[in-house]
């Protein structure tokens, strides 16, 4: 599991490919898809945002690098992985608006939910396997008052492990700049495809 792990979270950026052929050839993105994708698509990038200026750039290596500090603070407050969070509601959000579906509603949604966990979850018990090796009793500690995957209510208090206070969200809008531009693009695509673009802009339909 956890060499599977560590190969999911190298190639974390292309396994996406798939369901964005699938979401561009078949779009079927109407008003209400279009709105109610777009919403979570923009609570996904703020998770995101809000992770990243406290983890900082060590959230874009692709490499075994844990960084410097176990971090505990901001959302990591509350769940063990709000970048993942993160991208789940923001490509989920992409796959509500292009609103493909094939034998029942929301079935391809379904499908890339499943997915995305099967792919997450080794991914995760890799990360905290290197985590622990790193930082040993610091983020035990953390992992017994942080959970993984369900947010937790209240702010968690991990006595004896370093906190960040604030986080940096000037440079987390910077980092996050190349996730939006490809959000964006595939969102482009998708109203294109399936014809929105030509009805908001009002131009030619090719035949």
């Known amino acids: 599991m956890l060499k599977l792990g560590e190969f999911l979270f190298k190639y974390r950026d292309y396994t996406p490919l798939p369901f964005i052929v699938v979401m561009?050839?078949?779009?079927?993105?109407?008003?209400?898809?279009?709105?109610?994708?777009?919403l979570v698509m923009i609570l996904g990038e703020l998770i995101r945002i809000h992770g990243v200026a406290y983890i900082g750039g060590v959230s874009?290596?692709?490499?075994?690098?844990?960084?410097?500090?176990?971090i505990t603070g901001g959302p990591f407050a509350y769940v063990r992985n709000p970048l993942y969070w993160g991208n789940l509601l923001l490509s989920g959000g992409l796959v509500l608006v292009s609103n493909v579906h094939f034998i029942f509603a929301?079935?391809?949604l379904l499908l890339f939910v499943v997915v995305f966990?099967?792919?997450?979850?080794?991914?995760?018990?890799?990360?905290?396997?290197?985590?622990?090796?790193?930082?040993?009793?610091?983020?035990?500690?953390?992992?017994?008052?942080?959970?993984?995957?369900?947010?937790r209510i209240t702010l968690?208090?991990?006595?004896?492990?370093?906190?960040?206070?604030a986080g940096d969200y000037q440079t987390a809008i910077r980092s996050e700049k190349n996730t939006v531009t490809s959000a964006l693009v595939v969102y482009a695509l998708v109203l294109w495809q399936s014809g929105v673009l030509h009805q908001l802009f009002n131009l030619p339909v090719s035949e």
Not at 24 to 38: C, N
Not at 60 to 68: E, F, K, N, P
Not at 156 to 165: C, D, W
Request: with cysteine; glycine share 6%; proline share 4%.
């Open 60 to 70: 874009r290596t692709r490499s075994h690098s844990t960084g410097q500090k176990v």
């Open 106 to 108: 929301y079935d391809f």
């Open 24 to 38: 561009v050839v078949f779009a079927q993105t109407d008003k209400f898809s279009l709105i109610v994708g777009g």
């Open 117 to 151: 966990f099967a792919q997450y979850i080794p991914m995760v018990l890799w990360e905290e396997s290197n985590l622990r090796s790193k930082f040993g009793q610091a983020y035990e500690t953390y992992c017994s008052q942080v959970p993984r995957w369900v947010p």
């Open 156 to 165: 968690a208090q991990t006595k004896g492990v370093e906190q960040k206070i």
